[in-house]
């Protein structure tokens, strides 16, 4: 069965600084695709980041980037620059393929502090 | 791109009664899923439908739950005799089948149904 487990359920940081985000699953399937998806409140849940598992480079967007240790199966989100509006629920989630089902961790709530 | 679209927003009906709830996806996808979140959880996948074919459905999904996606459009979900434990966030999300890739599904507001 495929898992994926998110250890911290709040986290803080200041504004301007980082933060890393924790996120380890389990699969038996080679091919799978692992994302991070913002959820704020009251508002729809937004991509952040896409990692393709066979790619070893790690992904980047902007101030978004991901720590991808495939033979540990942690999938880590780095925020850099902190902004108040990062504020939100942070959601892993893993798709293997031919599934295109995803599995979500519980979450993480990301606080800003100004 | 106008996004996914869900209605009611809220809902809120006594136990047994039925719900409907509707979810438009983003126009050019062809897949369509929903989901279900209660408080403190992250979303758990109920169904998925390619065009207008349901292609998988959870075990979470029980008898009173029905799903529809007529001529591979919008779609509709029904709870029969709503219990309780049907209270939670029901998501739509929509993707584009792309040949080689997947696609990241889109999510839309959702629908919070409240059971009295």
């Known amino acids: 069965a495929q898992t994926v487990t998110q250890s911290q359920p709040e986290m803080s940081v200041q504004e301007a600084e980082t933060v890393t985000l924790s996120c380890t699953y389990d699969?038996?399937?080679?091919?799978?695709?692992l994302f991070w998806y913002k959820q704020p409140p009251s508002r729809q849940m937004i991509l952040v980041i896409r990692?393709?598992?066979?790619?070893?480079q790690n992904a980047t967007e902007n101030r978004f980037s991901v720590n991808f240790q495939k033979a540990a199966k942690s999938f880590s989100l780095k925020i850099s620059d902190s902004q108040l509006g990062d504020a939100a629920m942070y959601f892993c989630?893993?798709?293997?393929?031919?599934?295109?089902?995803?599995?979500f961790g519980t979450g993480t709530r990301l606080k800003v502090l100004a | 791109d106008t996004g996914v679209s869900q209605n009611p927003r809220h809902k809120i009906t006594k136990r047994g009664q039925n719900v409907t709830f509707r979810c438009d996806p983003i126009?050019?996808?062809?897949?369509l899923y929903w989901y279900r979140q209660t408080l403190g959880q992250g979303p758990e996948f109920l169904t998925y439908?390619?065009?207008?074919?349901?292609?998988?459905k959870s075990r979470l999904l029980s008898d009173r739950f029905s799903a529809e996606r007529p001529k591979g459009s919008f779609s509709t979900l029904e709870i029969q005799r709503t219990e309780q434990g049907d209270s939670a966030m029901y998501l739509c999300?929509?993707?584009?089948?792309?040949?080689?890739?997947?696609?990241?599904?889109?999510f839309g507001d959702g629908t919070r149904l409240s059971i009295l």
């Open positions: 999300a929509s993707s584009h089948k792309d040949i080689g890739s997947n696609q990241p599904q889109h």
């Open positions: 699969t038996s399937e080679s091919d799978y695709y």
């Open positions: 990692q393709e598992a066979y790619k070893q």
């Open positions: 989630a893993l798709d293997t393929s031919g599934t295109y089902k995803y599995i």
């Open positions: 126009s050019e996808h062809n897949r």
């Open positions: 439908f390619q065009n207008e074919a349901q292609l998988e």
